[in-house]
């Protein structure tokens, strides 16, 4: 991720000192195309500012702005659905191992990860791990939330029950 300083850094050195695109990418270690967005960027927003008659701060602003990148409409192109329901026969395989005493014998996230790639699943182990905590984290609160539900539901039956008054 690029910060404020870094796209400084790119278009100074672009207008002041001169330096080409592809030099200024062997300085600092940017892709071409992100070198050349800000440059293009810059130029274009200078422009704007220098032919308007006022000075527009929405410009200045958005020239000093720090990056940002939309990540609202990026998929999961690796995890597709066949390989979500492959893990989760895992996560359920563990979980009958766990109830039928056999916890040892419980796949790690490694092994379920290395299954999937025997398997011929193109797929990275953190995005395999990733998958797996955000399952197991829905499951605990659905759990949590169950156990808290029966001691309520048991609370109120022992106060019925009982006929005393908690105040």
Not at 88 to 115: A, H, V
């Amino acid at each position: 991720m690029i910060s404020l300083m870094d796209k400084q850094e790119i278009i100074l050195s672009h207008f002041r000192e001169g330096k080409s695109q592809w030099q200024i990418h062997r300085d600092t270690g940017f892709d071409r195309k992100t070198i050349r967005k800000y440059i293009n960027d810059y130029e274009l927003k200078k422009r704007k500012l220098l032919s308007s008659d006022e000075g527009d701060m929405t410009l200045i602003e958005d020239l000093t702005a720090t990056p940002k990148y939309d990540i609202s409409n990026r998929v999961k192109r690796k995890l597709s659905d066949e390989i979500i329901q492959k893990i989760n026969f895992y996560l359920e395989e563990n979980n009958i191992k766990r109830e039928t005493g056999r916890s040892k014998q419980q796949k790690k996230k490694i092994d379920i990860y290395e299954c999937l790639i025997e398997e011929g699943h193109d797929i990275s182990y953190p995005t395999v791990s990733n998958y797996i905590k955000t399952a197991l984290d829905s499951s605990k609160e659905a759990l949590d939330c169950q156990h808290l539900l029966g001691q309520l539901f048991l609370g109120q039956n022992c106060l019925a029950f009982n006929r005393t008054k908690i105040s």
